[in-house]
């Protein structure tokens, strides 16, 4: 493992009273005197709880003053205290349904606030809150006035400091030494299996945590089968490869896709390969603050347009926003924000995305590229390494 990797939570522990304060104060403009979180990345966001704890329902309360207040299973006590000691921990039992510790929680939040005027904001939008307890939550705090909170965390990690884009640099070192395992490991006669072998043991020796997903290995054979990864088939000649992977720093991650050839080379793969370098070069020059991010998808559109000769070869995106991310996802819960066609987000410096120019389907070559950028004042900045160019292997 490389020494060059510091140990990211002590630096990250020193914004956590900034990032509430940030949060406040969008939470006076809303006029909320609370608000209910329970998207993993949020509440890491402002507690640096990093654990997998996550899958049993956790809910972190933010008054508009005060200490904030953590939900978790009882079970969890010594690692709240260790990773999140700022947050007023109540547990629950596993007998006890989570939504009354819930209300206890509230209750605590708002104590010494007129809580019978508390409007109370709530993430609509997470995939963290279950039906029986949001109804039953409710239910049991009648006085409150629940309103729409969503995205308001979510906002605020979209920029990232120098603190977080230094852990995505040291994410993006780490994704791109696996990569490079990866790519070395495709030969004719071995599985899929023993490539993410390859790719995963470099990824815990080179310093990475879990990452928030899986590598993704695939043949050509499943090769649309998005986010489905390795079997036992064993690569044959003729075979393309699909590697498509993220270090883990922090919880930030530094995704990248790569595609390795088995056996002779298509006459064509040349020429699909400079076509989906222009894409993603295309759309590291559009990523300039202040740009629109329907512009940038359009930017990448209209260089495939020109390459393949038609304008009928369409994706839903040409890359997304990604940083902190929980299982079972790199980029946060829910639909990643992305580069799409019609997305009206202003393109900022520090904002960081997974650029994605993928050529699949169409008379040319299969070719894929994708890599981790962050937003300068002159541009995307690469940060993963691993060469762009035709990998071919016997």
Not at 5 to 32: G, K
Not at 82 to 108: G, Q
Request: glycine share 10%; aromatic share 6%.
């Amino acid at each position: 493992m490389s020494g060059l990797f510091n140990e990211p939570s002590n630096i990250l522990a020193d914004e956590l009273p900034q990032r509430l304060d940030s949060l406040r104060r969008v939470m006076r403009e809303r006029d909320l005197t609370a608000l209910l979180l329970t998207a993993p990345e949020d509440i890491y966001y402002l507690t640096g709880l990093a654990h997998q704890g996550y899958f049993a329902f956790s809910m972190l309360v933010v008054p508009s003053a005060g200490p904030s207040v953590l939900v978790t299973r009882e079970m969890e006590r010594t690692t709240v205290a260790d990773l999140a000691p700022s947050v007023v921990h109540l547990p629950y039992a596993d007998a006890e349904r989570p939504s009354a510790a819930s209300a206890r929680a509230l209750r605590t939040a708002l104590d010494g606030a007129d809580a019978a005027k508390g409007r109370v904001g709530v993430d609509r939008a997470g995939m963290n809150f279950p039906l029986a307890v949001w109804e039953e939550l409710v239910e049991a705090c009648a006085y409150a006035e629940f309103c729409d909170g969503s995205g308001l965390v979510e906002d605020l990690r979209q920029v990232k400091s120098g603190a977080e884009i230094g852990c995505v640099r040291q994410a993006a070192e780490i994704s791109s030494r696996a990569m490079e395992a990866g790519i070395a490991a495709v030969a004719s006669g071995v599985t899929e299996r023993d490539i993410a072998a390859a790719v995963s043991t470099t990824l815990i020796t080179e310093g990475s945590e879990p990452p928030g997903f899986v590598p993704l290995i695939r043949a050509q054979d499943r090769l649309f089968q998005e986010h489905c990864t390795w079997t036992d088939r064993t690569i044959v000649e003729g075979d393309r490869v699909f590697i498509e992977l993220s270090g883990s720093v922090a919880r930030y991650h530094a995704p990248l896709t790569r595609m390795v050839y088995v056996g002779a080379p298509h006459p064509q793969l040349a020429e699909s390969a400079a076509l989906v370098t222009a894409g993603l070069e295309t759309v590291r020059a559009a990523l300039v603050p202040g740009a629109q991010a329907g512009d940038v998808y359009a930017a990448w559109q209209k260089v495939v347009d020109e390459g393949l000769g038609h304008d009928r070869y369409r994706r839903h995106h040409c890359g997304y926003m990604t940083g902190i991310g929980f299982p079972p996802s790199w980029s946060g819960g829910g639909v990643p924000v992305g580069l799409r066609h019609d997305s009206e987000l202003e393109i900022k410096a520090g904002m960081v995305f997974h650029v994605i120019s993928w050529l699949l389907g169409q008379q040319l070559p299969d070719y894929v590229l994708s890599d981790t950028m962050i937003v300068t004042g002159d541009g995307g900045e690469i940060l993963t390494t691993p060469r762009r160019d035709p990998l071919v292997t016997m």
